[in-house]
């Protein structure tokens, strides 16, 4: 382990956080059923009407989180903070702004920190989910923040 990190292991069967705005929501979905048979082999979670749109179009058991303006994008941020996310895909839609657009960024800080794989758009989704990774544990680094505040604080 490198000093001032700690690492995480994702399983083979990975931990994936479903989500798109609106207008982004049926690539996500026509995505989805494309790599069905990939998706089912992983543990699936996602914000309100995502979740339950990707569920009803493939078949896919996909756990709901809340819309995300009204909390689903905290809860994922918070799921990956405890290690219970492990990949995030988010079609995001870069031309709207949203009403929680303070959510999103959250949320989108929170991927970084925690270095988890995080695919904005198809082209991204498509090269993450065909990696061979994706059925392999995976020792991901994440930052030791505990020493990291020790060393900011001088204790």
């Known amino acids: 382990m490198t000093e001032g990190f700690t690492t995480i292991t994702m ?11 609106d ?4 690539d996500l979905i ?4 494309e790599h069905k048979e990939e998706l089912a082999r992983h543990a699936l979670c996602g914000t309100g009407t995502t979740a ?3 569920a009803r179009h493939t078949g896919l058991d996909v756990t709901p989180y809340r819309s995300g303006p009204l909390g689903g994008d905290m809860q994922l941020g918070s799921r990956i903070t405890e290690g219970q996310v492990d990949f995030m895909i988010f079609f995001w839609d870069p031309l709207t702004q949203q009403p929680h657009d303070p959510d999103v960024k959250a949320l989108l800080r929170i991927a970084a920190l925690y270095n ?11 090269f993450m989910l065909s990696s061979p990774l994706m059925h392999q544990a995976y020792q991901r680094k ?14």
Do not use: S
Request: proline share 4%; charged share 30%.
């Open 116 to 126: 988890i794989p995080l695919a904005t758009n198809r082209a991204t989704a498509d």
């Open 52 to 54: 339950a749109l990707v």
């Open 11 to 21: 399983e083979p069967r990975k931990h994936i956080a479903l989500v798109a705005h």
């Open 23 to 26: 207008n982004r929501k049926q």
């Open 30 to 33: 026509e995505w989805a059923m």
């Open 142 to 155: 994440i930052m030791d923040f505990d020493a990291h505040m020790r060393m900011r604080t001088g204790d």
